[in-house]
């Protein structure tokens, strides 16, 4: 939850200032990298984050937080810097857009077509940079699916549909 809550937070301009910012006071070292124990930290002693996250006044576990970052670390190296977090952020959005357009009608019939004009072989089966491809340059469906389609690029696409790929 709290990786996404990020993504939405990140979708603004307002709150990628936000977050920069708060990024900046998480990296206590300097080094341009933030490492789980000083997000976990960061986030667990600041309650202006819990505004920036969540405005119900709902709170979250050390589990919680940890978890988050492991999502938006995407290389696994154990720190973000703040273009990875960026991008990870990002394809969240996509991943929460898509998912939100799938529970219409009109979105799921959008999606199948669009899968079947991707499985060529009928084999059931679509490569992630098949389905970015596809969606990018299509930004009629784009705009339908994604908010903000216009400063999607594929790799964002890309990365969502491996987030929601479960099989590989």
């Known amino acids: 939850v709290v990786a996404e809550k990020t993504a939405s937070v990140m979708s603004t301009a307002a709150g990628q200032k936000k977050w920069k910012e708060f990024f900046a006071v998480m990296d206590k070292d300097s080094s341009g990298k933030v490492s789980v124990e000083e997000w976990s930290r960061a986030i667990m ?29 995407k290389d696994k190296s154990g720190e973000l810097d703040w273009d990875e977090f960026v991008a990870s952020t990002a394809s969240y959005k996509v991943v929460n857009d898509m998912a939100d357009a799938m529970e219409t009608d009109e ?43 216009d400063t999607v690029r594929v790799d964002d696409v890309a990365r969502a549909f491996k987030r929601i790929d479960t099989d590989g």
Do not use: Q
């Open 45 to 73: 002693d600041d309650p202006s984050i819990w505004k920036l996250l969540d405005d119900s006044g709902e709170t979250y576990s050390l589990a919680d937080i940890k978890t988050a970052f492991e999502r938006l670390d």
């Open 107 to 149: 979105g799921k019939k959008e999606m199948t077509v669009m899968f079947e004009c991707l499985d060529k072989n009928d084999d059931g089966k679509v490569t992630a940079e098949e389905w970015a491809d596809a969606i990018v340059k299509d930004r009629k469906l784009m705009a339908k699916l994604v908010s903000d389609a």
